[in-house]
C-alpha cells in the first residue's frame, strides 16, 4: 500500500474527482446467472459483487428449520484475489460479523411467513474489493432476491458515510476508507427503516447527524438505480 | 430455534409493559441496572476486571507480552480481542469454536478500543519491525443475563485501565502503568413496541427486534456503532438512542472508570 497522500480532498474534489457527496459509478446486471434461483452483479467504483439467491427450499441441517416460516441465510464471501495482499480463502471473523449484519439487514423486509420450514440463501462474493464491500453486497443481494421472486416488504439499499480530512463524504473509497478519520455504513428501505447501521472512527454528535442524513440521501439514490435495474430485466411497471 | 425461547405470554407481557412506560425488573426506561467493577482480580494477567451489570458476570483479563509487528505497522504494536461465551454462563452456550455472536461481541469490544485511540499503538513499540507489545484482551462471560456487549466493553476498559507493561518480566526495565488515552464507553439501547430502553436485561434482550450500541470517547463523540437484530429503527429513534446512550455513558464512566 502506497502512503497517505496529502490530502485527500483538494478544492472540494477528491481523489477520483467526486464531489463530497457524490457515489461512485453504479453499474447493475439482474438475472446473470443460470442455475440461481435469483442473481445479480453489481459494480460501483474498483468494487466487483455478485450475489445469487437460492430458494426458498428444504432446510439442511433440518434441525435449523422454523415451523412458521422461513429462514434467511446470508454468506459473505471475499475471494483471494480480490485484495491486494491475497486473502486466506474461508470466513474470517470479519465475514463472519458482515454476514451476520447484512443478514439482519434483510430479516425485517423478507416476507418470511409465506415459506415455513423453507430456507432463502443469499450467497455474496466479492470479486473485487476497495472498500464499501458490505454494502455493495447487500445493495446486489436485495436484487437477487427480487429476481429470485422473494416476496419483500421493499428493496434494502446501502451506502456509507464517511469522514476524510475532517469533511463529511458519501460512499468513500479505498484510500478514504484506509486514511479517513470514520466510516459509517447503513442499509435503509424507503421511506425511513434503517436495517443497517455500524460505524467506526471519530464523529462528533452533529458530524454523525450530517454523516447519517448523507448516507440515507446515497441510499435513495441506489434505490433509484435498483429500480431501474429491474425495470430493464423486467419492464416497466404492468408491462411484461 | 429453540435455545432463546421466551414464552408468548411473557413477550407480550413485556411489550404491553413498554406501552405504559414500565419494564419486567421494575425499572425505567432509561435506568441502567446497577453495575460493580472490581479490578486486579486476576494477578497473573497483567491487567483484569470483573464487571457486574445486574446478574450478568463478565471477567476480562488483559494479557500482555512481546511479540512481532505485523509486517505492514511494523512501528506499532498489536491489540486482539477475543471472547468466548462459555457453556459455564448459561444454559444456551456449547463448548465449541466461537459463533457468530461471540465474534460480533468480540468485534464490537475491539472497535470501541481501537476507533476511540484509548491506546496508542505507536508507544507500544518496543524495537521497530523486530518487537512491540501484543495486548491481549480476553472477554470471559460468566453469567449471561442481558447486555453482554456493555458489559464486555466495561471490563476491556476497566482491565486496560488496571493494565501494567510487564518489562521487569522481559529484563526491559521496570514494570508501567499501560497508557489509557481515551475511555470509550458502550451503551445498548433497545427497541420494543417502539419504545427504546438503555441496558436491556435477558428477556428484553431475547424478545427485541432490534439493539443500537453506541460507543462514546471522553470528549462524548461517537466511537463506534452497531445495529445489532432482525429489525429495524427510524431516523428518529437512532437519534434517541443517541441521546440516551450519551448521557449514560457521561454518568457510567464518571461513576466507575478511574484509574486503578
Redesign the interface.
Known amino acids: 500500500m502506497k502512503g497517505k497522500p496529502e490530502k485527500l480532498i483538494v478544492k472540494g474534489k477528491r481523489l477520483d474527482g467526486r464531489k463530497l457527496d457524490e457515489l461512485r459509478p453504479v453499474k447493475i446486471e439482474v438475472g446473470v446467472l443460470k442455475r440461481a434461483d435469483g442473481s445479480c452483479y453489481l459494480e460501483i467504483g474498483k468494487n466487483k459483487v455478485m450475489a445469487a439467491v437460492y430458494g426458498p427450499r428444504e432446510v439442511h441441517p433440518r434441525h435449523v428449520q422454523e415451523a412458521t416460516r422461513a429462514i434467511v441465510r446470508y454468506r459473505y464471501n471475499m475471494a483471494s484475489f480480490s485484495v491486494e495482499d491475497r486473502k486466506r480463502p474461508g470466513p474470517d471473523r470479519r465475514s463472519v460479523e458482515i454476514s451476520k449484519v447484512s443478514r439482519e439487514s434483510f430479516e425485517p423486509m423478507v416476507i418470511k411467513e409465506c415459506f415455513p420450514k423453507a430456507a432463502v440463501d443469499i450467497f455474496v462474493e466479492i470479486l473485487q474489493a476497495d472498500a464499501g464491500t458490505r454494502t455493495a453486497g447487500i445493495n446486489a443481494a436485495s436484487l437477487a432476491l427480487a429476481d429470485a421472486g422473494i416476496p419483500m416488504r421493499g428493496l434494502v439499499s446501502s451506502c456509507a458515510a464517511g469522514k476524510v480530512d475532517g469533511q463529511i463524504i458519501l460512499d468513500p473509497m479505498k484510500e478514504e476508507d484506509n486514511y479517513g478519520e470514520a466510516d459509517m455504513p447503513i442499509a435503509m428501505v424507503a421511506p425511513d427503516n434503517i436495517t443497517l447501521l455500524q460505524m467506526d472512527g471519530h464523529f462528533t454528535k452533529d458530524e454523525f447527524k450530517q454523516a447519517f442524513e448523507l448516507a440515507k440521501k446515497g441510499c435513495a439514490q441506489i434505490y433509484e438505480m435498483q429500480r431501474q435495474a429491474l425495470i430493464a430485466k423486467y419492464g416497466a411497471e404492468g408491462k411484461r | 430455534?429453540s435455545d432463546n425461547i421466551v414464552a408468548e405470554i411473557k413477550k407480550e407481557y413485556i411489550y404491553d409493559l413498554a406501552k405504559r412506560d414500565e419494564r419486567v425488573d421494575g425499572r425505567a426506561l432509561d435506568q441502567y441496572r446497577n453495575i460493580s467493577i472490581e479490578t486486579g482480580i486476576i494477578s497473573k494477567a497483567e491487567g483484569s476486571a470483573r464487571v457486574q451489570i445486574g446478574d450478568t458476570q463478565v471477567l476480562v483479563g488483559v494479557k500482555i507480552q512481546p511479540g512481532e509487528p505485523f509486517s505492514?505497522t511494523p512501528d506499532k504494536g498489536v491489540i486482539i480481542t477475543n471472547a468466548e461465551l462459555i457453556p459455564l454462563a448459561s444454559p444456551t452456550f456449547e463448548s465449541g469454536p466461537p459463533r457468530?455472536g461471540a465474534?460480533?461481541l468480540?468485534?464490537v469490544v475491539d472497535?470501541g478500543i481501537?476507533?476511540?485511540?484509548a491506546i496508542d499503538l505507536a508507544k507500544l513499540c518496543i524495537e521497530e519491525g523486530v518487537k512491540v507489545w501484543m495486548v491481549f484482551i480476553d472477554v470471559h462471560v460468566l453469567d449471561h443475563d442481558g447486555n453482554l456487549i456493555d458489559a464486555a466493553a466495561l471490563g476491556a476498559i476497566a482491565a486496560l485501565l488496571n493494565a501494567k507493561l510487564p518489562n521487569e518480566r522481559y529484563d526491559m526495565g521496570k514494570d508501567v502503568q499501560l497508557l489509557v488515552e481515551d475511555v470509550p464507553v458502550a451503551v445498548t439501547v433497545a427497541e420494543i413496541g417502539g419504545k427504546l430502553l438503555v441496558d436491556p436485561c435477558l428477556e428484553e434482550g431475547q424478545i427485541t427486534?432490534t439493539k443500537?450500541t453506541i460507543i462514546f470517547?471522553k470528549?462524548?463523540?461517537?466511537?463506534?456503532?452497531?445495529?445489532?437484530?432482525?429489525?429495524?429503527?427510524?431516523?428518529e429513534q437512532?437519534?434517541q438512542a443517541?441521546e440516551m446512550a450519551?448521557k449514560k455513558s457521561k454518568e457510567i464512566r464518571k461513576k466507575f472508570l478511574k484509574r486503578s
Open positions: 430455534m505492514d457468530e465474534i460480533e468480540a468485534r472497535r481501537r476507533e476511540s485511540g427486534p443500537l470517547n470528549d462524548d463523540a461517537v466511537a463506534g456503532m452497531q445495529k445489532s437484530g432482525t429489525g429495524m429503527l427510524t431516523s437512532v437519534y443517541i450519551s
